[in-house]
């Protein structure tokens, strides 16, 4: 049987949804996960699932999948993330393709990451971000991370008060997620989908997830970077709120939970703004076009697609 699929072309910027207008992310697990035209499917014992592949910003792939090269290539062409999540979702690996063809955004974030006092000027801007009643335009890298640290302490005791579950501080253990109580197991679930959630914003906007400002040495260190910005506003009082309901099933009540949270506060905008604003305040955007050109000297750009061999360009 012959099959054109692999013959369509890949969809243009203008087809594309936004990063801000799509899904958060869409879980799934024990099934398998096949191609339909322009859309993918799910397969498991109840039934088939259709989602529309162009609306999906991170898809969570979990325990007991299977999934398709054709499946995989849809999902590539309209630049949804991938992640392949372990039990109870508390493992990350995921990639993606920029709904963008311009090198704009990354180009900025690769300046400002370069330089040291840019770098620090950046990680500033997340604090305030994070925590507007407190100006950190004074503090060194170490006193942001103090000042953090302490907010972060702050929040889960203030979060434990207000819905009653006792608290005994963070404690995560990355090879056994239920050695921890309701509300940890509950943190890091929320945390993990939220890791998922910036993955597909930052490689959605084309930028580079491993050069981060406040977190370095690592492949998603943006990514952490971008997550965190939402920690303590949405990520630990929702995790406090699921253990306070009951110790049954953290894992997926939290998913579905921060799923319907984020929806309703449309974070997937707030993301892009943000990033955006961290990043080039005023970028040159081209995202509706492909647009390639040459470096000369002084940051001249040339046309591409012509042989200068022969032109005087001074």
Known sequence: MTTT?????????RELTR????????YLERCTVHRD???IIAEDADGVT???SATIGTLLLGPGTRVTHQAMSVLGESGAAVAWVGEQGVRYYAGGRALTRSSALVEAQAIRWANLRSRIAVARAMYRLRFPDEDPAAYRRQELLGREGARVKECYRREAARTGFPWRGRHYDRNNFAAGDAANQAITAAAQCMYGISHAVVAALGCSPGLGFVH?????SFVLDIADLYKTEIGIPLAFDIAAEGEEDVAPRTRRALRDRINQTRLLDRCVNDITQLLAPTPAHHD???????????????????????????
């Open 37 to 39: 035209a322009n859309a």
């Open 288 to 314: 509706e076009a492909d647009i390639v050109t040459l470096q000369s000297d002084s940051g001249l750009h040339l046309a591409s697609g012509r042989n200068y061999a022969d032109e005087d360009l001074w």
């Open 50 to 52: 259709h989602i529309p």
């Open 5 to 13: 699929i692999s013959a369509r072309p890949a969809a243009g910027p």
């Open 19 to 26: 990063a801000s207008d799509r899904l958060s992310f869409v």
């Open 216 to 220: 370095s040495g690592h492949e998603l």
